[in-house]
Nanobody, 115 residues
Framework: QVQLVESGGGLVQAGGSLRLSCAAS????????MGWYRQAPGNQRELVAV???????NYADSVKGRFTISRDNTKSTAYLQMNSLKPEDSAVYYC?????????WGQGTLVTVSS
């Protein structure tokens, strides 16, 4: 059974930092591209960052230079380090694991950035 469990969300003031974690089970983690997406109320879900199985990374323009995605294959966990947070970063953040065009989703973790 595939499970992706996000953690690390919460309430933070603008300019602060949070680190999100996505613990995976039931998959061969090292084979999967891991992504973080977010969805704010009334908005579509959008890609924030992705780290491929080979370690390449890509970021949305809105978070470049502030967010860092990483992975630890020994722990089957992906991370999203978020610095210099802005109120517009407030959203539910979802972890996604993708292999051969099949994607799996976590349940999401809420990030709220106060001004």
């Amino acid at each position: 059974q595939v499970q992706l469990v996000e953690s690390g969300g919460g309430l933070v003031q603008a300019g602060g930092s949070l680190r999100l974690s996505c613990a995976a089970s039931g998959i061969t983690f090292s084979l999967y591209d891991m992504g973080w997406y977010r969805q704010a109320p009334g908005n579509q879900r959008e890609l924030v960052a992705v780290v491929t199985s080979g370690g390449s990374t890509n970021y949305a323009d809105s978070v470049k230079g502030r967010f860092t995605i990483s992975r630890d294959n020994t722990k089957s966990t992906a991370y999203l380090q978020m610095n210099s947070l802005k109120p517009e970063d407030s959203a539910v953040y979802y972890c996604n694991a993708r292999f051969n065009s099949i994607g799996r989703w976590g349940q999401g973790t809420l990030v709220t950035v106060s001004s």
